[in-house]
């Protein structure tokens, strides 16, 4: 049960057989008229009234100060916190009395755990799974030296720590052979993609950028003129991602799902694709550009594709499984120039059910549908197959494998793309 905030002095169970004992053996003396007996009640009072006085000198100054130094880590990996107590606090200096810290975090983070006090408690926190994880509180707890008095602080803020998606490293013949590299003699930066400047004219508009003029064509129709934002015809893909709520999800497939999802975007992008990244339900859930090629010696280029990227995978993080595909039934959900689709999904027996993929697809000549089958919660119950297996879903490739398998090898069982594009 996590505390609520605020400060609780109790005694310990030492204090309360002292504080019994005390006044008995008083009484006991008094009674009988035993000097012994009243002796040892004075100093049971005594240790009392000392543990009082130590919690009283070192309970100013116990309070925490905590910053996180990684606000978003992969999940998987660990963040780095700095936790400090108050500085010249009296029981870093004074040894009368001894205590720890504990952190009430989530089970995606590790679970309530314990700090020795000092003046730095700086340590790293693992981050088991994708999301926004809220530390939660933290409470002090203390004991005076004669271990009579438990004072415990529970303080609280407002930071979080975001779990990314793991990304994958795809190897060069995976993506050639799922046509996501740009092809022989093709620079990714050479496609115009939406925000080029093109060829084609209109009329120049209030709020139209005074660099698209287009001269020539504004000298021929006696009218100024501006430059058209030209669509992709070849360099635009979009990846679906089946977020309906499925009985058979679990939290580690839908980590493995978006994983997938990220190293998708991330591969795409560097290859010079204009990627989107849809739900069931047709929302986009995050957009990157494609990378330019002619700018990988640029430092603000450089910045601005680790923003995009970061970007991606922040909204990926939170991303969540409870659509219903058939809120988005009827909408057409696909750029008309998307040239690439992907599609990531749970293998339930039927990949896919009650969503239909063509509408997210445009005109995609490629289409893929990567299917991953669970772990079985059944120990009798048949495994996975041992290699991913392809099939057919209407004009979508079908690659039926497992949460055991990474995204290389389901991407290495897709059709070779000179064959698909024959």
Do not use: K, N
Request: hydrophobic share 45%.
């Amino acid at each position: 049960m996590t505390p609520r905030p605020g400060t609780v002095l109790r005694p310990t169970g030492r204090g309360i057989v002292l504080a019994v004992a005390a006044p008995l053996l008083w009484l006991a003396g008094d009674i009988t008229g035993l000097v012994a007996a009243r002796q040892i009640a004075a100093a049971l009072l005594l240790i009392l009234l000392l543990g009082a006085l130590c919690m009283a000198v070192i309970s100013p100054g116990l309070h925490l100060r905590r910053e996180l130094l990684d606000d978003a880590v992969p999940a998987g990996g660990t963040a780095r916190v700095r936790l400090r107590l108050a500085a010249r606090a009296p029981i870093t200096i004074l040894p009368l009395g001894r205590g720890v810290v504990r952190e009430h975090l989530p089970a995606a983070l590790g679970g309530q755990g314990d700090l020795p006090l000092g003046p730095r408690m700086d340590h790293l926190l693992a981050v088991e799974r994708r999301g926004t994880h809220p530390l939660g509180p933290r409470s002090i707890l203390v004991r005076d030296l004669l271990g009579v008095l438990h004072l415990r602080r529970t303080e609280t803020d407002d930071l979080q720590l975001i779990g990314l998606p793991a990304v994958e490293q795809i190897s060069a013949p995976a993506l050639r052979r799922a046509g996501i590299a740009a092809e022989a003699g093709t620079e990714a930066h050479g496609a115009a993609g939406p925000g080029e400047i093109g060829p084609l004219a209109r009329p120049y508009a209030t709020g139209d950028d005074i660099r698209r003029v287009h001269w020539r064509a504004s000298a021929r129709t006696g009218r100024l003129m501006t430059r058209e934002e030209e669509p992709a015809s070849a360099r635009s893909a979009v990846i679906i991602l089946d977020t309906t709520g499925r009985t058979a999800l679990t939290p580690a497939l839908e980590d493995r799902l978006v994983s997938h999802a990220a190293s998708l975007l991330q591969a795409l992008s560097q290859a010079g694709w204009e990627t989107r990244v849809l739900d069931a339900s047709g929302d986009e859930i995050t957009r990157t550009p494609g990378r330019d090629g002619r700018s990988t010696g640029s430092p603000l280029r450089t910045e601005a594709d680790a923003l995009a990227a970061r970007t991606g995978l922040l909204a990926l993080a939170d991303t969540g499984f409870d659509d219903d595909p058939a809120s988005g039934r009827g909408r057409d959900h696909a750029a008309g120039h998307t040239a690439y689709a992907i599609a990531l999904g749970i293998d339930d027996r039927e990949p896919f059910a009650g969503l239909d993929l063509d509408r997210f697809a445009g005109r995609a000549a490629r289409r893929i549908a990567l299917a991953l089958a669970p772990e079985p919660a059944d120990p009798s119950a048949p495994e996975p197959a041992a290699e991913p297996v392809r099939g057919r879903r209407g004009a979508w490739e079908l690659v039926r494998g497992s949460t055991g398998h990474a995204l290389d090898a389901l991407l290495a069982v897709t059709a070779p793309d000179h064959e698909v594009r024959r």
